[in-house]
């Protein structure tokens, strides 16, 4: 059974870009999250997904940012127009139900230079 | 809101050795869970120890434990007979417990050392 997957593992854009950032959960996986860290810090939540639905986007930038997560397919983040400021480790994380541990993907890093 | 934190930036050990890892949170909630997560320099974040609010017994895996104390919002991360590999980012966490899920609120995490 395959963990988190995440790809790309580094993403370099120049500023004024747009980034997308996949994720696929573990097998029977339906709940997704994403995590932002920037440098030095701890993880920040970002959005919450189920299939379909977009469940917390507390997290999430007023702007530019947006989550998915299709029927079938990948959990997508997108990031439009990336500053530098969007520099930062973004990871995914899945669980089989709300309830249970999640269990993170490798992270992609994004680069804007 | 929730939060988390972890008061000891830097931790340093000696192989073999037993260090504590702190962790204090903060909830108005009844129904959590808290978590201990290793981050190395790969990046990957992997769970070391799990801990339901409701069970009063201290969680423990192999090498790691903890000592969970409720009434004091106190949640430390104990690691016995440390070895090389143990060295990472420490990261405490926190998690409502709602069957319908809920995000983690992490702490700013601990750099442990491990010196041979």
């Known amino acids: 059974n395959a963990g988190v997957m995440q790809n790309p593992r580094h993403l370099v854009r120049r500023r004024g870009q747009e980034a997308r950032l996949r994720c696929s959960p573990m097998?029977?996986?339906?709940?997704v999250y994403w995590y932002r860290q920037l440098p030095e810090e701890g993880l920040k939540f970002m959005v919450y997904?189920?299939?379909?639905?977009?469940?917390?986007e507390s997290g999430m930038p007023k702007e530019r940012f947006s989550a998915e997560f299709p029927k079938e397919g990948p959990s997508i983040l997108r990031i439009q127009q990336v500053v530098r400021g969007d520099s930062a480790a973004y990871f995914c994380?899945?669980?089989?139900?709300?309830?249970?541990?999640?269990?993170f993907g490798q992270g992609t890093r994004l680069t804007v230079v | 809101a929730q939060t988390v934190t972890q008061s000891q930036p830097e931790m340093s050990v000696q192989e073999a050795e037993t260090v504590t890892l702190s962790c204090t949170y903060d909830?108005?909630?009844?129904?959590?869970?808290l978590f201990w997560y290793k981050q190395p320099p790969s990046r990957q974040m992997i769970l070391v120890i799990r801990?339901?609010?409701?069970?009063?017994q201290n969680a423990t895996e192999n090498r790691f434990s903890v000592n969970f104390q409720k009434a004091a919002k106190s949640f430390s991360l104990k690691i016995s007979d440390s070895q090389l590999g143990d060295a990472a980012m420490y990261f405490c966490?926190?998690?409502?417990?709602?069957?319908?899920?809920?995000?983690?609120?992490f702490g700013e995490g601990t750099q442990l050392t491990v010196n041979p």
């Open positions: 801990q339901e609010a409701y069970k009063q």
């Open positions: 997904l189920q299939k379909e639905n977009i469940i917390d």
């Open positions: 909830t108005s909630e009844s129904d959590y869970y």
């Open positions: 097998k029977g996986h339906s709940h």
């Open positions: 966490a926190y998690k409502r417990g709602e069957t319908s899920g809920s995000r983690l609120t």
């Open positions: 994380a899945s669980s089989r139900r709300g309830d249970t541990e999640a269990f």
